[in-house]
């Protein structure tokens, strides 16, 4: 059982490139998550998904993008790195009112 | 809005000794909350849940938390502290109804000194 899957790990991208963090889920989870991790700023919701086709933005959503066509798979789509998106990602997933479950993280490094 | 707030970044607590790692809440309606715990380049780990019922609820590695309402609280505990569990702790609350958005405190990293 794979859980929750991120690709890539890491990654170094040039100001202005874009980029998509992959993440899929086989637990046939509704709720799918995507946060960020600063360094002493906890996690930051950026958007979410309830269901294929239904997203929402979270708390910090400017410069991002997400779709949702299925139930496994929650894409976050960078379109203009700015060195203000480097940080750690996690991708998440959970049934309704319960807990979630989360990737390994994707490290984003933009120069 | 939902938060959370974790007022210590950081608990000291030496090898053996009881540890508390404190978490408040602010929802509407009836709050599920949870406790996380995250080791160094790795992503979030499930340590235990309140949905309802008991107040005081069990979880994995012997860790424990006590949901108070009238507090807004939901402290995490362990009667005997080991080297191993120092990591970074995450209170989390989920809305229970709507989009059960899911918002995290900022952490407090547990230093168990042996």
């Known amino acids: 059982n794979a859980g929750v899957t991120q690709t890539p790990k890491f990654r170094i991208l040039k100001i202005g490139q874009s980029m998509t963090l992959q993440c899929a889920q086989d637990m046939n989870h509704n709720y799918m998550y995507w946060y960020r991790q600063d360094p002493g700023m906890g996690l930051k919701l950026i958007y979410y998904?309830?269901?294929?086709?239904?997203?929402d933005k979270g708390e910090v959503p400017n410069g991002y993008n997400v779709s949702r066509s299925t139930t496994e798979d929650f894409p976050l789509r960078l379109e203009l790195a700015a060195p203000s998106q480097t940080s750690v990602y996690f991708c998440?997933?959970?049934?309704?009112?319960?807990?979630?479950?989360f990737g390994q993280g994707t490290r984003l490094t933009v120069v | 809005a939902q938060s959370v707030a974790q007022p210590e970044d950081q608990v000291n607590v030496a090898e053996g000794n009881p540890l508390t790692v404190k978490c408040t809440y602010s929802v509407s309606g009836n709050p599920y909350l949870f406790w996380y715990v995250q080791y160094p380049n790795r992503g979030l780990q499930f340590l235990l849940k309140?949905?309802?019922?008991?107040?005081l609820v069990k979880g994995s590695y012997g860790f424990e938390a006590e949901f108070n309402k009238s507090q807004t609280s939901f402290h995490l505990k362990k009667p005997s502290a080991l080297v191993s569990d120092s990591a970074l702790y995450f209170c989390?609350?989920?809305?229970?109804?709507?989009?059960?958005?899911?918002?995290f405190g900022t952490g407090t990293k547990l230093q168990v000194i042996p």
């Open positions: 989390a609350v989920r809305e229970s109804g709507g989009y059960q958005k899911v918002t």
């Open positions: 998440a997933s959970s049934r309704v009112n319960t807990e979630a479950f």
């Open positions: 998904s309830v269901g294929a086709g239904i997203t």
């Open positions: 309140y949905i309802t019922g008991d107040n």
